[in-house]
């Protein structure tokens, strides 16, 4: 997450005004371990969150990006960094998930955006499916998305649930998980397709996406510093109170 948004923040910028604008790019990720991601501005912890932390049964983390806590470990985390898009932000979503919905159909599982209202009462991203979200036909949530805009500029994340854990997944949000269909392809194979199918569709990659691009010790040393700003931590004093433990948004 620090890294998306240091990608954001204009690292290989392409303009030398004052106010960098970022260069374009795609990454696709997972998780070491389970790990609850929390959007910027969500204040409210479930305090079973904390005991399953304190328990070792996942990190918990927060994303520079919106919306409701998203269980990783079962999923693949894509990124998108997309100077100046163009139109409303309903308009860009479409235009930033088309590489999903070709990429799903093309397995034989078509994808549908979502159609409910956005909630702020659930603390879980899969609990609702909005515009910005990519449903089966039964219903089944399979993508969720959220964005940060910053200088007209856009950072969007998104969670494909792959194989999610039904155990982990009640505990930390008490109902089971999307009822999804197994993919035809895993591993590499999925993520070399989706990465075919990004390059072909997201505007600013210019079928540049899927060359790996490994950051250098430099670049990792100047991320670093930063990577408390993403840390969800205990209180040494055993007070969970979100707003002594989170570092607030500015």
């Given at each position: ?75 693949l985390t894509y990124a998108l960094v997309w100077p100046r898009p163009q139109g409303t932000r309903a308009q860009v979503y479409g235009q930033a998930l088309a590489w999903l919905i070709e ?148």
């Amino acid at each position: 997450m620090a890294i998306d948004a240091w990608l954001l923040d204009g690292q290989g910028a392409v303009d030398s005004a004052a106010a960098a604008v970022p260069a374009p790019a795609f990454r696709l990720y997972r998780w070491l371990r389970p790990t609850l991601s929390l959007g910027w501005h969500q204040r409210h912890l479930e305090p079973h969150w904390w005991d399953l932390a304190r328990q070792g049964r996942l990190d918990l983390v927060r994303r520079p990006s919106g919306g409701r806590a998203v269980l990783h470990g079962g999923d693949l985390t894509y990124a998108l960094v997309w100077p100046r898009p163009q139109g409303t932000r309903a308009q860009v979503y479409g235009q930033a998930l088309a590489w999903l919905i070709e990429a799903f159909a093309a397995m034989g599982q078509p994808l549908l955006g979502g159609s409910q209202a956005a909630s702020l009462q659930r603390s879980s991203c899969f609990a609702t499916s909005t515009a910005a979200d990519l449903v089966h036909a039964n219903g089944a949530k399979r993508v969720g998305s959220a964005q940060l805009w910053r200088a007209g500029h856009l950072l969007q994340h998104g969670s494909i649930q792959l194989d999610p854990c039904p155990v982990l997944w009640r505990e930390v949000f008490g109902d089971n998980p999307p009822d999804l269909d197994p993919l035809p392809l895993a591993a590499e194979n999925l993520e070399q397709h989706l990465y075919r199918s990004a390059g072909r569709w997201l505007p600013p990659l210019e079928g540049n996406v899927g060359e790996r691009m490994p950051l250098s010790p430099a670049a990792l040393a100047t991320i670093a510093p930063h990577l408390e700003r993403y840390r969800v931590t205990l209180s040494v004093s055993g007070d969970t109170s979100p707003e002594l433990t989170m570092p607030r948004a500015t």
